[in-house]
Nanobody, 119 residues
Framework: QVQLEESGGGLVQAGGSLRLSCAAS????????MGWYRQAPGKQRELVAT???????NYTDSVKVRFTISGDNAKKTVYLQMNSLKAEDTAVYYC?????????????WGQGTQVTVSS
């Protein structure tokens, strides 16, 4: 079994900051990438940012400059520092990880953490 435990969501005013964390645990041999997706009410889930085990980040255009993704391979943890938050950043944020274990390689998802930005 693999678990992704998210933390750090909450309510913040526009212009404020939040930091999300996601720790992977369980039956893990290696992690190729970890990242964050989000889903706003009535919209499809979308990529926010990902980072490879080698530290290469990828961002969706709407969060570039404002968000920073980082990872700690030893802790199997990924972080998302979100600055200058806007109302349109309001969504449920899901942690995502591409993990290999004894059963093979697949993508795992966390349960999601709510981020609400008030304008």
């Amino acid at each position: 079994q693999v678990q992704l435990e998210e933390s750090g969501g909450g309510l913040v005013q526009a212009g404020g900051s939040l930091r999300l964390s996601c720790a992977a645990s369980g039956n893990i041999i290696s992690i190729a990438t970890m990242g964050w997706y989000r889903q706003a009410p009535g919209k499809q889930r979308e990529l926010v940012a990902t980072i490879t085990s080698g530290g290469i980040p990828n961002y969706t255009d709407s969060v570039k400059v404002r968000f920073t993704i980082s990872g700690d391979n030893a802790k199997k943890t990924v972080y998302l520092q979100m600055n200058s938050l806007k109302a349109e950043d309001t969504a449920v944020y899901y942690c995502n990880a591409d993990i290999s274990n004894w059963y093979g390689r697949r993508t795992y998802w966390g349960q999601g953490t709510q981020v609400t930005v008030s304008s």
